[in-house]
């Protein structure tokens, strides 16, 4: 049970609660932004006015997850300051500049041309318009390149020093930047945010097919997010596998904690369901797959699994946590997976958009592609514990030096300032997306024109009421 009166606990849940928070927003934008230059790319390609469409349909949520996606990272740096001042001034050398770095590409790249985008349309050329769309879309992945860097050395840390103050000390930037995990886990950090966007894409699309299935926006959109779907989701579990070899590799404590092998063995078994208990170092109630634990971690199914005991207790992390949270990003990922291979059967058939079920299933996976991120996030991130930069400088050790009530008092008022401005947000979203799609540009030109045509008829029965129009 955690202690709430603890400085150290309440700092760990109100930094996992603004990230969680944060990263729901730029997993969005950053598959959001690829879609919208893809779909800007085959109108200047194709000029079929649907593709058109869709990117007005798109650009306004866009636009709106973008903002708060920025403005929910703001207190992350704040409570680098405020809770986290040892771990700043200790690992300040290192990843200052590539935090550096990720506000440069984020300002100056993604910002710059985003007003472009958004309403430079017509008022630059098609081709200058789309370069603004590519750069958004390009910022967006630069972004996610530095941070991802920042947080892989924290867990792999490589190419660095130490001075006589104590503090981390860059040696080598393509070191440091390009540390042992950072490839796999920037690979599958936008696989994750492609997938995502591509099941809210699907969900969204799957809401309007069911009131007009013979709208072409609403077709086209659901296409083009299956065809995504069944292209990202087996690639994502590819990534996935590399990941955990590399983990295996690199943190063995997290991927015994997380796969609940308690004990070193050969043949280990894969656990597909149980309770870890962590007094006992067992499984409750498990259920099983034999040798398959050892022929995931090392590809051989006789290989030798190294276990929780071949560390200190102090050092294990949370087994439960990690447990269930990483069975729950993989139970969603084979759902996405089943979900592709559905779509591309039904394409096969040429009934894609005449299944209510399969309408009905993306419909259902829309949200769950945000679960399965911060289930990811959880994963990475109490798998780390009890460190912040893994096996050198202790999570206890990386804390201000302020009392429980004070991060309390902050904890709280983060949690009802969150909650009220992005819920609102996060609702005007969702309005925007429950609108009907136009069919084509010239009905919504129609559309423009009853609206025009409704505020003449108020005008006109203002002046003179009482007569017909």
């Not at 400085?7 to 879609?35: C, D, K, M, W, Y």
């Not at 708060?68 to 990272?73: D, F, I, L, N, P």
């Not at 084979?334 to 209510?356: A, E, H, I, N, V």
Request: charged share 15%; proline share 6%; with cysteine.
């Amino acid at each position: 049970m955690a202690d709430f009166s603890d400085p150290v606990i309440l700092a760990r849940i109100q930094f996992a609660f603004t990230v969680s928070f944060h990263i729901i927003f730029p997993a969005t934008s950053i598959g959001l932004a690829s879609f919208l230059a893809f779909v800007q790319w085959r109108w200047m390609q194709t000029r079929e006015e649907v593709y058109l469409t869709l990117f007005d349909f798109w650009i306004k949520p866009f636009a709106v997850v973008f903002g708060m996606g920025v403005v929910s990272g703001l207190m992350l740096s704040y409570e680098f300051g405020t809770n986290w001042s040892v771990f700043a001034d200790k690992a300040g050398p290192v990843i200052g500049p590539l935090m550096g770095y990720e506000v440069m590409t984020a300002f100056f790249v993604e910002a710059g041309f985003l007003g472009v985008m958004l309403f430079g349309r017509d008022k630059v050329g098609p081709r200058l318009h789309f370069f603004a769309t590519f750069m958004v879309a390009a910022g967006t992945l630069g972004s996610a390149f530095w941070i991802l860097s920042v947080n892989s050395w924290m867990q792999t840390p490589a190419g660095y020093g130490m001075n006589e103050a104590g503090q981390f000390i860059p040696l080598s930037w393509m070191e440091v930047i390009f540390n042992p995990s950072f490839p796999y886990r920037f690979v599958h950090m936008v696989f994750a945010a492609y997938l995502t966007t591509a099941l809210v894409v699907a969900a969204t699309a799957a809401y309007h097919l069911r009131r007009a299935r013979q709208n072409r926006t609403t077709r086209k959109m659901f296409s083009l997010a299956m065809w995504i779907i069944a292209i990202v989701a087996p690639l994502q579990i590819l990534a996935g596998d590399q990941h955990g070899l590399n983990t295996y590799e690199h943190q063995p404590a997290k991927v015994a904690a997380l796969e609940g092998h308690f004990k070193t063995r050969k043949a280990a078994p894969e656990y597909i369901f149980g309770w870890p208990n962590m007094e006992t170092g067992e499984i409750d109630y498990a259920v099983s797959i034999p040798y398959l634990g050892s022929w995931i971690l090392t590809h051989d199914f006789n290989a030798e699994v190294v276990g929780l005991d071949q560390f200190p207790r102090e050092d294990w992390p949370n087994v439960n946590i990690l447990f269930w949270s990483f069975r729950i990003m993989v139970g969603l990922g084979l759902l996405f997976f089943t979900l592709g291979c559905w779509g591309l059967w039904k394409r096969y058939r040429g009934q894609l958009y005449d299944s209510p079920r399969l309408a009905q299933f993306a419909l259902m996976l829309g949200p769950t592609g945000y679960i399965a991120v911060l289930c990811g996030w959880v994963t990475t991130e109490v798998g780390r514990q009890p460190y912040t930069i893994y096996g050198l400088l202790r999570t206890s050790d990386s804390v201000s030096p302020v009392a429980a009530p004070a991060v309390a008092t902050s904890l709280a008022a983060i949690v009802v300032v969150y909650l009220f401005v992005f819920g609102l947000g996060t609702l005007y979203t969702l309005r925007l997306l429950a609108k009907d799609p136009p069919d084509s540009p010239a009905e919504q030109q129609r559309g423009l024109l009853d609206q025009g045509g409704r505020r003449a008829v108020r005008i006109w029965r203002l002046i003179w009421p009482g007569r017909e129009v």
